[in-house]
Nanobody, 124 residues
Framework: QVQLVESGGGLVQAGGSLRLSCAASGLPFSSYHMAWFRQAPGKEREFVAAISWSVGATYYADSVKGRFTISRENAKNTVYLQMNSLKPEDTAVYSC?????????????????WGQGTQVTVSS
């Protein structure tokens, strides 16, 4: 059974930093991509970043490129999202997701497994 558990959200001032964690279990990690999505109130779920578990290649949305970094720690089966230079428009519920295969996908429908989400609020 696949399980994804996020942590690390909170309230931060604009310009600050947060690190989100996603602890994963039950996945055949070598053939999976892990990703972070976010959803702000009244908006659709939005792709943020993805990482190939096997080789560590990464892919980012333009809106976060240069500010956010996705990484994984194999020994802990954990994916991280380091968020720097946060802006009020980054405020959202951030969710971890997993999908099989090696193609980069930004559509939430392509991801099979989801965590419960963690709230990130950036004050101005």
């Amino acid at each position: 059974q696949v399980q994804l558990v996020e942590s690390g959200g909170g309230l931060v001032q604009a310009g600050g930093s947060l690190r989100l964690s996603c602890a994963a279990s039950g996945l055949p990690f070598s053939s999976y991509h892990m990703a972070w999505f976010r959803q702000a109130p009244g908006k659709e779920r939005e792709f943020v970043a993805a990482i190939s578990w096997s080789v560590g290649a990464t892919y980012y949305a333009d809106s976060v490129k240069g500010r956010f970094t996705i990484s994984r720690e194999n020994a802990k089966n954990t994916v991280y999202l380091q968020m720097n230079s946060l802006k009020p428009e980054d405020t959202a519920v951030y969710s971890c997701a997993a999908k099989p295969g090696t193609l980069w996908k930004v559509n939430p429908a392509d991801y099979r497994s989801w965590g419960q989400g963690t709230q990130v609020t950036v004050s101005s």
